[in-house]
């Protein structure tokens, strides 16, 4: 008999697959042992069983990827730490290009790798063929090898990390379902299951594609979905090599993998079929799905092309298990928004098992501190969103999501599934404009304009793609004339009360306590310095403060500003990002055209750059801020929603005799470039500074109220010039693109990459911004001394480096 659960514990894991068990070990090993782990059937039972096991060390990022790496060393250390075999076995990979456009992608990729790292090298076919005896390689140009990579038994892991966790100390009880997570106010207090209550300080789902549903009980937005996962295993083949490398046929949408003599044979298709939670018994243990042999039969006729021996091997097993997917093929992890102490891991997009073993431990360092222990940002649950939540749109944008796994992975791409989510009160107008949509957090943005005649549609490539011309039209006018985007969505939070300018000066690292009608461009910091936000503060009354963010940063900021509302305080928080359409009006002429709308005096000396006010353009009550994220003289333009197209159309009549045209979001992240603006969760994030990240002068350590991570700040800046910096750069040669994670040179060594990449048309060639780490402090004469290239696809790219901005270094433009 099993002895009765606990009533009180640290730490509850809800589910024991391999995230749960890793998470668990890894508590355990930091010394927090009170860890329960509940499975409500057997470890693994879940999806965990039939994951192929690949263990890769190429992700998406240079944090995942030391994690990546991470979990290598730990699979090969579990068995002689616990004595549970672990089946891991380091027999490299290989990934096929049958295409130029797939070997300029592979090349980038590690070429990027390189500098995370990772061991890699881009081969020929002949070598690919030598890597893996048997396969065609005609049609192949080229592909890369790992040879580092390698692959595991998914059961036997998670038994050993498992054994582990329990050899320090945690508890793992099977047979146990959860089937209430209990909360108190902000804060969860522990679980409801099967076999009584356990409260505990702290709960970790990581149940896999049933963590949805069971986190939409206590009101977090988990957006992930299941969908059927295919493979087959073959009959023995005589004479395999056990030490054959694992096989991305990507353009096949095929994968190989040697499994004790046989292969094993995965799909990632095109036409995935997604798996709704009623379809799965509610006893779903080890189980598996109907198969339906004319979804992968082409498939597995193309893997019969790459390797021909297929054609006479007997397959005896025909696989179909389901495995959870995210809307953007990244993790969902880190603490809950809105809900304290309720922690997630899930979403592993069919790379769990290479994953779990730096997941987990990030995991538990960020449950013990409090805090992610190193920037994750891309598999952060706070980037999730509301509506995300909706079983129709997950649906929908899971099966492409699945598919995009081995697809191209195009720079530019814009997602084809579950659009129209969220539009401006502009969206129709500027359709009839040209406008072409991308989406960001749901939201349809222009992202460039199509002239008439032209198909409003992206063709997607490597090079200058079809919207290339029309976006360097948009830029330019900019610059020499005047234009106007939408910028509808930015997330809009409006604080007012008595003890508002309290609670922001304690948030904001800059000094909000300004007069009304003053703007304030801040950052808010944790207490290790880290930048949490980059946002703007209006002070729009004596009580009453706007703040606006981008909008992929929403749940994260709206999350940050409540948890450090402080209860009895006179504060009141709203969201009005609804509320207000948005436009932005820059350029040299903006003055000029915005003046033809109102009685309100606009003149440099009656409405300077910084300030902010209510006035009436056309009969229509807005509230106009003198900013510009472009760097030109302009405003963004708050109008009430309902009034918001009949301003549109007043100022469309009005610029027409000068010029005016609208401008995508391709073009504005260029011109901020050129400006070296950063961009929040490429060029900053909570685990860069703001001495490194050249945004020191925002910071007012004197200022009456002490902000969170001002001690932390004094010792980043008492350290005097850092030796590690945000630089930008400009390419010499006008030809090559940016797009960013391209290696950083200096004197011919590694020393960065490139955090964002676009297109100067103003500066006339490619530009990138991203940190250099060096061996002495970063200098403007160690940079005039130094050379620099940036690595393009295979070929060094001299370029110009600095730390201040290649265009209007003053900003006398924007205050003209």
């Known amino acids: 008999m099993m002895s009765a659960l606990p009533e009180e514990v640290q730490v509850v ?5 391999i995230g749960g068990a890793s998470i668990a070990y890894h ?17 693994t039972c879940g999806t965990t069983w039939h994951a192929a096991g690949l263990v890769g060390t190429l992700w998406p990022t240079k944090n995942m990827t030391q994690l990546g790496a991470y979990s290598h060393r730990l699979y090969q250390e579990l068995e002689a730490e616990t004595g549970q075999a672990t089946g891991y076995k380091r027999n490299g990979s290989i990934s096929l290009a ?66 582990g966790a329990r050899m320090n100390g945690a508890t793992v009880r099977e047979g146990v379902t959860v089937t209430k997570i ?68 990507l353009d096949h949408g095929v994968y190989f993998k040697e499994d004790a003599g046989k292969l094993l044979i995965g799909f990632f298709e095109d036409n995935a079929n997604p798996l709704p939670m009623s379809k799965v018994p509610a006893d779903f243990s080890f189980g598996e799905l109907p198969y339906e042999f004319d979804h992968f039969e082409k498939y597995l006729e193309r893997a019969m092309i790459r390797y021909p021996a297929l ?44 994953g779990a073993g730096g997941i987990g431990k990030v995991m538990a360092e960020w449950i013990d501190l409090g805090y992610p222990p190193v920037d994750v940002w891309e598999s952060d649950c706070r980037r999730a969103m509301p509506f995300q ?7 929908n944008r899971v099966a492409e999501a699945l598919e995009r796994s081995y697809a191209m992975h195009w720079p530019y791409y814009q997602y084809r599934s579950s659009r129209g989510i969220r539009k401006s009160p502009f969206y129709d107008r500027l359709v009839q404009l040209g406008a072409v949509h991308g989406e960001v957090a749901g939201w349809e943005r222009p992202n460039w304009y199509a002239p008439e005649g032209v198909k409003p549609e992206y063709e997607y490539s490597y090079g200058r793609q079809n919207w290339f011309q029309y976006s360097a039209q948009e830029h330019l006018n900019v610059r020499e004339n005047v234009g106007f985007y939408d910028l509808t969505s930015l997330a809009k939070f409006k604080v007012t009360g008595s003890d508002a300018e309290t609670l922001l000066q304690r948030l904001c690292c800059a000094d909000v306590a300004v007069p009304v009608g003053k703007l304030v461009y801040t950052q808010w910091l944790n207490e290790r310095g ?35 509302a402080g209860k009895g305080h006179d504060v009141k928080i709203e969201d009005v990002t609804d509320d207000y359409g948005v436009i932005a009006l820059q350029g040299p002429n903006a003055r000029k055209v915005f003046q033809t709308l109102t009685d309100a005096d606009l003149s440099n000396e009656a409405f300077a750059f910084g300030t902010g006010r209510w006035i009436k353009c056309g009969g229509v009550e807005l509230w106009a801020q003198r900013i510009s994220y472009v760097g030109e003289l302009g405003w963004e333009i708050f109008i009430p929603r309902g009034n918001a197209l009949r301003f549109l159309d007043a100022l469309l009549d009005a610029g027409k005799s000068f010029g005016l045209r609208p401008l995508g979001m391709h073009a504005v992240d260029a011109l901020r470039m050129e400006k070296a603006f950063r961009h929040w969760g490429h060029d900053v994030v909570y685990e860069d500074n703001l001495v490194d990240a050249g945004l020191a002068f925002t910071a007012k350590p004197e200022k009456n109220v002490e902000f969170i991570g001002r001690e932390a700040f004094l010792q980043q800046k008492a350290g005097g010039v850092s030796k590690k910096r945000m630089i930008s750069f400009l390419l010499e040669d006008p030809d090559p693109l ?34 250099v780490s060096a061996d002495e402090p970063l200098t403007a004469d160690l940079l005039a001394k130094s050379q620099f290239a940036i690595q393009v696809n295979g070929k060094a790219q001299p370029a110009k480096a600095s730390l201040k901005p290649f265009f209007d270094p003053t900003s006398a433009r924007m205050r003209a």
Not at 389 to 395: A, I, K, S
Request: charged share 20%; hydrophobic share 40%; aromatic share 8%.
């Open 311 to 354: 054609e006479n091997v007997g397959i005896p097993t025909f696989f179909n298990g389901p495995e959870s997917f995210t809307t953007d093929n990244q993790h969902l992890m880190g603490e809950a928004p809105l809900l304290k102490n309720f922690f997630v891991a899930c979403g592993f997009n069919s790379r769990g098992i290479g």
């Open 182 to 249: 209990l909360t108190d106010g902000d804060k969860v207090t522990g679980v409801e299951t099967t076999q009584g209550t356990v409260r505990a300080k702290k709960v970790v789902l990581t149940g896999g594609m049933w963590s949805r549903d069971l986190a939409k009980q206590v009101g977090v937005v988990l957006p992930l979905f299941a969908c059927e996962h295919y493979y087959v295993v073959t009959d023995a083949i005589p004479g395999l090599p056990k030490n054959l490398p694992i096989m991305r046929d």
């Open 98 to 163: 049958q295409t130029t456009a797939r070997l300029e992608e592979l090349t980038r990729t590690a070429e990027m790798a390189r500098v995370f790292g990772v061991e890699v090298d881009v081969v020929g076919p002949k070598t690919l063929g030598e890597l893996y005896p048997g396969i065609d390689t005609r049609d192949i140009v080229g592909g890369l090898h790992l040879p580092k990579d390698g692959q595991t038994n998914p059961i036997d892991v998670t038994m050993a990390l498992a054994k």
């Open 27 to 43: 508590l355990a090993k930091r010394g927090v042992s009170d860890v329960l782990l509940l499975e409500r059937g057997q470890l």
């Open 738 to 771: 940016l797009f960013h994670n391209e290696p950083i040179l200096m004197n011919g060594k590694a020393v960065g990459y490139l955090t964002s990449g676009n297109y100067a048309h103003h500066l006339g060639a490619a530009i990138g911004m991203g940190y």
């Open 13 to 17: 894991i809800i589910g024991g697959g």
């Open 389 to 395: 939540g909706d079983e129709t749109y997950l649906e």
């Open 530 to 564: 880290g930048i949490e936000a980059d946002l703007t503060i209006s002070k729009m009354g004596d009580d009453e403060f706007l703040i606006t963010t981008p909008c992929g940063s929403h749940v994260k900021d709206w999350s940050w500003l409540h948890r450090h």
